[in-house]
């Protein structure tokens, strides 16, 4: 029997991790595989997933079963964790029951669903503040070019662009907020003085965390 090798995965291996059975397997169809051409572009820029490359990090399903070290992305326009496979050939599968997932190496990000305007969404989680969650909506979309080309002007490319928003959970109820008025709210000089001292880019979820995670610590000293 041939095998379909996925990161040091056989086929059999990876359809055993992401379901138990067949409604929870599906192809995972790419689709950007073709270079879109009209009248104001001559291809796409970026990419739809979250990643430029395939992490590994430890997936968490309903049953409560972990998988470590598997090689993943996420579409941000279909919101959908994937497996991503070696090589352009094969097509990746979407996970299907998963409640949560951690990316592996030193910097530690954590993926989960939660509802966000009555839709379930996948988000990064970046920590708790006085009762609520806190956690990052990715998006993508794409831009294209306000200006028709002609034969004098260079390649015009539709471009993806990535967008982060941020909410505050408290049970049945989201909050969108600003990073910048949070932390007027928060404590500015305190928060201030963290971010210059650690060169954050706050508007970074990774810093933004970091930044949640200093000042709760600091709380917990006094």
Known sequence: MKFLFIFGLTFIQVLTLVAQNDKDVAYYEQGFDVIMINARSTGIKGTPFL??????????LKSGKQH???????????????IQAEGNNELPLPVR?????????EVKREFRIEMIHAKPK?????????GSIVVALHGKKIVKPTATRDSYSPRQFDTYTHSVSYFRISGMSQEE??????????????AKNLIKANKWKIDDPVDFKNLL??????????
Do not use: C, M
């Open 177 to 190: 907020f600003k990073v910048n008025q949070f932390i007027k709210e928060i404590g500015s000089s305190e």
């Open 122 to 130: 996948i988000v990064e989680y970046i920590g708790e503040w006085e």
């Open 51 to 60: 990643f430029d490359h395939a992490l590994y990090g430890n997936i968490t």
């Open 213 to 222: 995670q200093a000042l709760q610590t600091k709380r917990l000293l006094l």
């Open 68 to 82: 470590e070290k598997i090689p993943f992305n996420i579409d941000l326009l279909k919101e959908e964790l994937i």
């Open 97 to 105: 029951n998963w409640v949560s997932l951690e990316t592996l190496g």
